[in-house]
């Protein structure tokens, strides 16, 4: 089994670089300070390995509609349970790994995905 780079993709936001090892698929991403990412929610556990920077965390359990909002700072790993919407937002550059063992799909969750699209424009 070998790491395989698929493709990258960027934006306003930063850049993300999609790779592969086996079944697991690696992403490597950027925030720019300012900008959020996420807004959305998997119907799997994803983590999310905070390498550099500092952000705001921001996380509502679907099930209980109970939110936890929370300044992280790299080094650490942030686990998403399943059903869980998410939103990162960068205090300072940052980048972070997202694994994940399942094909990708993301249900966008309206209330932080706006937060997502109106910081882009």
């Known amino acids: 089994m070998e790491l395989n ?31 959020s990412r996420g807004g959305h929610y998997h119907t799997f556990k994803t983590r999310h390995f905070l390498l550099s920077g ?9 099930s209980t509609n109970m939110e936890k909002i ?25 980048v972070f790994v997202e694994e994940f063992g399942e094909n990708y799909s993301a249900t966008e969750y309206p209330e932080y995905r706006k937060i997502v699209t109106e910081k882009i424009q």
């Open 5 to 35: 780079f698929e493709k990258t993709a960027g934006d306003a936001r930063g850049k993300i670089l999609f790779l592969n090892y086996g079944d697991k698929k690696i992403n490597i991403v950027e925030i720019k300070r300012g900008f």
């Open 54 to 62: 500092t952000i705001e965390y921001r996380e509502k359990d679907l």
């Open 70 to 94: 929370s300044q992280i700072s790299a080094p650490t790993v942030i686990e998403v349970p399943p059903m869980t919407a998410h939103l990162l937002t960068a205090l300072d550059d940052t």
